[in-house]
């Protein structure tokens, strides 16, 4: 069975939430692991409304330190604090990140009972790397130390098990040569690997929350499966995007085709919209015809 990633939109709106959208937080789910992007204020309860268990946590990645991105990461700790949590929680998160973990600790009592790590990324690359996927962080330009990151379940190479049988090549240590993509020699006969091997490719799914239309975007989302962006403003407003430091919808469109990714998925929307999010999405779909604006609790697979 293949392994699907799995996100859910715990929070979809801007700086303001409205009645139906909360401040963001994206929960990735991808065998066993669960790890949360971004945790605005009320991103516990979103948990709870989603039936799901924060404590399923191990991962937590901020993009910035703006109130909206992070207003739900004292009360989350806090909760599983109380609820005798003990698996060890990763942090990660741009320059000052470390600072302000420091100073959220100093504004309530928290009783620690799990173990706690917080790592502060400072430049482009890989931030997490296990056997079966890794984490990318790049920076991007919101007027304060911000990062976009990308998840990528990594390809692997499978043994076809019926060419295996037709060759009537045996069972043993061989085959474990084989999976790694190195030719064997059974019997006295060199069997190619790439004759009996098929890959799974890469799947990616990027996540770029608030910056501003810069020259890394492009590059760091290129033929992602899912990229997952916000979209605060319309064209109309595109200068006030520009001096806030966001993207607007028509920008994003461009960005996903230009990056050739497969689909797009709008969120952070401003609650401007509320009433007429067909504004948003219509400006993307002009210009990128797969994609969705996205609501919350709802969930994609990829």
Known sequence: MTLRIKLTFLGTSDSIPSAKRNHPSILLDFDGEHMLFDCG???????????????????????????DHILGLP?????LSLTG???NIQIYGPKNTKYFMKKIFETFV?????PLEVHEIDKKGIIVDEKDFYVEAEKMN????????????????RID?????KAKIPNGKHL???KNGKDIKVNGKIYKAKDFTYGDKDVAAAIVMDTKLNDKIVPF??????????SSFSDELKDKASKHFHLTSKQVGEIAKKANVKKLILTHISMRYENNMDVILNEAKKIFKNVHLVKDLESVEV
Not at 110 to 114: E, Q, T
Not at 161 to 165: C, D, G, T
Request: aromatic residues 10%; contains cysteine; charged residues 30%.
């Open 41 to 67: 204020e009320g991103t516990q309860r979103q948990f709870r409304k989603a039936e799901r268990n924060p404590g399923c946590v191990s991962r937590i990645f901020i993009s910035h330190w703006h109130g």
């Open 75 to 79: 009360g989350l700790l806090q909760t």
């Open 85 to 87: 949590h003990e698996k």
């Open 110 to 114: 928290f009783v620690d009972k799990f």
């Open 142 to 157: 919101h007027g304060t130390p911000t990062l976009a990151y990308k998840f990528v379940k990594k390809g692997h190479l």
């Open 161 to 165: 098990k019926v060419k295996l049988k």
């Open 176 to 178: 474990s040569d084989l």
């Open 221 to 230: 989302v290129k033929n992602s499966d899912l990229l997952i962006i916000e």
